[in-house]
């Protein structure tokens, strides 16, 4: 109990250290808000870390893997940019993996990489102003942590919760047509889900 609490106040601080760092200096908000959010999503990503994964190793790659999310998240909200930093920090985060997190193959990864970057660039290529350089960096460094069953449902999740974001403000009057989003954070939001059902949605898929 100890050191779940213990683990649980540390991944707290960690991300609410995150969010002051990547929200310096970009747009404004509510920063009491902000730094609860932080904090909460901090100890989830901790508890969900310990519950999910055994070895040691494991759960500190898979939360680096989280932290690094998060600072995407906030970053491309505050500031409309992804970091090369974090893209470097992925790819570093998946070559540990293959020891802390074994299971995929070297194929896995590799088509991991190239299944959604490669379409968005194409995608960004035809229509220009469609997908940003840090997305399709994002996707590439992603899917080489995540593998290509994983990669594909993130993207997929990513999609339509970026749609239902739009419709909504639409229907809401906020957004009009042609607006520019961050799509950074419904990638994120795309690959926490893909995190945790996406196996599952592939297995059902081809059931």
């Given at each position: 109990m100890i050191r779940t609490i213990t683990a649980a106040a540390v991944g707290a601080a960690v991300f609410h250290i995150i969010g002051r760092c990547c929200t310096r200096g970009g747009i404004s908000g509510n920063a009491s808000s902000r730094t609860w959010i932080c904090c909460a999503s901090g100890t989830a990503a901790v508890l969900y870390c310990l519950y999910r994964?055994?070895?040691?190793?494991?759960?500190?790659?898979?939360?680096?893997?989280?932290?690094?999310?998060?600072?995407?998240?906030?970053?491309?909200?505050?500031?409309?940019?992804?970091?090369?930093?974090?893209?470097?920090?992925?790819?570093?985060?998946a070559f540990l993996s293959v020891w802390t997190l074994p299971g995929l193959s070297l194929w896995d990864r590799a088509a991991g990489s190239l299944c959604?970057?490669?379409?968005?660039?194409?995608?960004?290529?035809?229509?220009?102003?469609?997908?940003?350089?840090?997305?399709?960096?994002?996707?590439?460094?992603?899917?080489?942590?995540?593998?290509?069953?994983?990669?594909?449902?993130?993207?997929?999740?990513?999609?339509?919760?970026?749609?239902?974001?739009?419709?909504?403000?639409?229907?809401?009057?906020?957004?009009?047509?042609?607006?520019?989003?961050?799509?950074?954070?419904?990638?994120?939001?795309?690959?926490?889900m893909g995190i945790m059902w996406g196996n599952r949605v592939i297995e059902w898929y081809v059931s």
């Open positions: 994964y055994k070895g040691t190793g494991a759960c500190l790659t898979m939360f680096g893997f989280l932290c690094i999310l998060a600072a995407v998240t906030l970053t491309d909200l505050y500031r409309r940019e992804i970091p090369d930093i974090c893209c470097a920090a992925v790819i570093i985060l959604v970057s490669v379409p968005f660039l194409v995608i960004a290529l035809i229509v220009p102003g469609s997908f940003g350089g840090g997305d399709i960096k994002l996707m590439a460094a992603c899917g080489l942590f995540l593998g290509w069953k994983v990669t594909a449902v993130s993207a997929a999740a990513a999609v339509l919760t970026a749609g239902a974001s739009i419709v909504y403000g639409m229907a809401a009057g906020r957004r009009k047509i042609g607006d520019a989003i961050a799509f950074g954070p419904f990638l994120c939001i795309g690959m926490l």
